[in-house]
Structures are given as structure tokens and as C-alpha cells.
């Protein structure tokens, strides 16, 4: 089982940046996928949702309206589309993959910086 996120990198603030998730090794489509992030200091927090069913989202408050989830079960990806972005976004941001059973798999992360 693989998770690879892509895409991280240091952007400044007000610009975009899209997130790439590649799952391999268990049923992509049938898995709910999410974005977390993690700051320095601080818990991982929940970033968005996506469900397997019906591609249902959501998103924490403070990204709501700036940050767009997404997913292609042709390609077995989910994306990350980031807007309009502030500093307090930065953090290592990563991919999770869950099972209606519970079980779930974690990527490796990616790392966002936004600073002028």
C-alpha cells in the first residue's frame, strides 16, 4: 500500500498550489480520502474530505471557499487544489485513505511553505 503526495513547495501569500495524492495497493474508489496538515507545534488537523460513494466534501472552516478536494478514481489520485494562500497555511500537508472498516493509510506528506 502507497500513498505519494506531490506537489508541495514554497509559494507566496495570495498564490495556489495543487496537492497530488497517488494511492496504489488496495481499492482507491472504495476508500474515503481526506487532506490533513500538520503546522510546527501543533496537531494534525483535518483539512478535507472526500467520500468514495458519491463525492460528497468537506472542509475545515478556516480553508473553506480558498481549498478545493477532488478525486479521479480512474487514476487512483486525489488532489488538493489551494488557493488564495496565507502564511498560517503553512504545514506538512498529508494524504489518508479509510475504509468503511476503519482501516486506513497515511501518506509520507508534503511540504507547504507560504512566506514573501
Known amino acids: 500500500v502507497q500513498l505519494v503526495e506531490s506537489g508541495g513547495g514554497l509559494v507566496q501569500p495570495g498564490g495556489s498550489l495543487r496537492l497530488s495524492c497517488s494511492a496504489s495497493?488496495?481499492?482507491?474508489?472504495?476508500?474515503?480520502m481526506s487532506w490533513y496538515r500538520q503546522a510546527p507545534g501543533k496537531e494534525r488537523e483535518l483539512v478535507a474530505g472526500i467520500t468514495s460513494a458519491d463525492g460528497s466534501t468537506n472542509y475545515a472552516k478556516s480553508v473553506k471557499g480558498r481549498f478545493t478536494i477532488s478525486r479521479d478514481n480512474t487514476v487512483n489520485t486525489v488532489y488538493l487544489q489551494m488557493n488564495s494562500l496565507k502564511p498560517e497555511d503553512t504545514a506538512v500537508y498529508y494524504c489518508?485513505?479509510?475504509?468503511?472498516?476503519?482501516?486506513?493509510?497515511w501518506g509520507q506528506g508534503t511540504q507547504v511553505i507560504v512566506s514573501s
Open positions: 489518508r485513505g479509510v475504509a468503511g472498516s476503519g482501516r486506513g493509510y
Open positions: 495497493g488496495f481499492t482507491f474508489s472504495s476508500y474515503v
